[in-house]
Antibody, heavy 122, light 107 residues
């Protein structure tokens, strides 16, 4: 079964750090570009970061640029998000999401993880 | 960045109704528009990609149309399990893959 499973969420104080992981199974992670998306309580979906399959290109939303770092280990079939200088507004469910393959589908998030909850609070 | 808007922000409909949700981009995005369904407590699910292409396994009552700046998601005959929030997403100048604010659909 094609699946993404996130881990690493939890309660952290403002200014703290967390590292999220996303483990892929049922497919080769290295064949896909990957993303992190979050949903704050009562809010919509917010794209926050992208990494190309080759790891060469990385992009971030302005809201996390300079604080979050996306990375991947294709040999371990895993995606990561290092989150530093966390603030209250980073409280959210964090999802990893796969960009599909094939014409047109390569521009859509076809597989999502179940999400991991990050709570930033003192 | 390209900004996405959706209307309505919420709607209530009955089983069997035909429902249309609209998404508008701040500039032309050709056909690079995706629709997702997000049920409370569940994982977001891709419904439509490239404006009108039905993702594998998605019921045929879902359809998408549009190009340029204006797009629609239509559910031809609403079912109880369609209660969810629906998001559009542009993938034209991406990243960033901006989402619309969502439409809450209540059956």
């Amino acid at each position: 079964e094609v699946q993404l499973v996130e881990s690493g969420g939890g309660l952290v104080q403002p200014g703290g750090s967390l590292r999220l992981a996303c483990a892929a199974s049922g497919f080769t992670l290295g064949s896909h570009s990957m993303n992190w998306v979050r949903q704050a309580p009562g809010k919509g979906l917010e794209w926050i970061s992208y990494i190309a399959s080759s790891t060469t290109n990385k992009y971030y939303a302005d809201s996390v640029k300079g604080r979050f770092t996306i990375s991947r280990d294709n040999a371990r079939n895993s995606l990561y998000l290092q989150m530093n200088s966390l603030a209250d507004e980073d409280t959210a469910v964090y999802y990893c999401a796969r960009l599909g393959s094939g014409i047109y589908l390569e521009d859509a998030f076809d597989i999502w993880g179940q999400g991991t909850v990050v709570t930033v609070s003192s | 960045d390209i900004q996405m808007t959706q209307s309505p922000s919420s709607l209530s409909a009955s089983v069997g109704d035909r429902v249309t949700i609209t998404c508008r981009a701040s500039q032309s995005i050709s056909h690079f528009l995706n629709w997702y369904q997000h049920k409370s407590g569940e994982v977001p699910k891709l419904l439509i990609y490239a404006a009108s292409r039905l993702q594998s396994g998605v019921p045929s009552r879902f359809s998408g149309s549009g190009s340029g700046t204006d797009f629609t998601l239509t559910i031809s005959s609403l079912q109880p399990e369609d209660t969810a929030t629906y998001f559009c997403q542009q993938s034209y100048s991406s990243p960033p893959y901006n989402f619309g604010p969502g439409t809450n659909l209540e059956i």
